[in-house]
C-alpha cells in the first residue's frame, strides 16, 4: 500500500511501503527524491580530502583543539586522528 503526498518538499515526499522489497523501507526516497537531491547537492565527494599534516600539527602545536583543525580542512576529527596516526 503506498501512500502519496503532495510534491511540496523532497522530505515530504517520501514514499511509504508496507513491507516492499529491501530498499524501500517506511522512509525510502523514490527515484523521483533521488533525483531532485543529486540536482540540487550534487553526488557524495569520493575523493580523499588533503590535509597538510605539518600546518595540522604546528595548530595543534599552538593549542588548537582537534575540532577547530578538522573544521579548518572541512573534515571530521576522526579524519585528523586517522591521517595524524598514518604518518
Known amino acids: 500500500m503506498t501512500r502519496e503526498v503532495p510534491p511540496t518538499d523532497v ?3 517520501r514514499k511509504v511501503v508496507a513491507g ?6 517506511k522512509n525510502a526516497l523514490t527515484e523521483a527524491d533521488r533525483r531532485d537531491i543529486i540536482e540540487k547537492i550534487g553526488t557524495p565527494a569520493r575523493e580523499k580530502r588533503t590535509i597538510d599534516l605539518v600546518f595540522a600539527r604546528k595548530m595543534l602545536s599552538e593549542g588548537w583543539s582537534l575540532r577547530q583543525v578538522a573544521e579548518w580542512f572541512s573534515v ?6 586517522r591521517r595524524m596516526k598514518g604518518s
Open 76 to 81: 571530521s576529527v576522526s579524519t585528523v586522528k
Open 11 to 13: 522530505h515530504a515526499r
Open 20 to 25: 516492499g522489497p529491501a530498499g524501500y523501507g
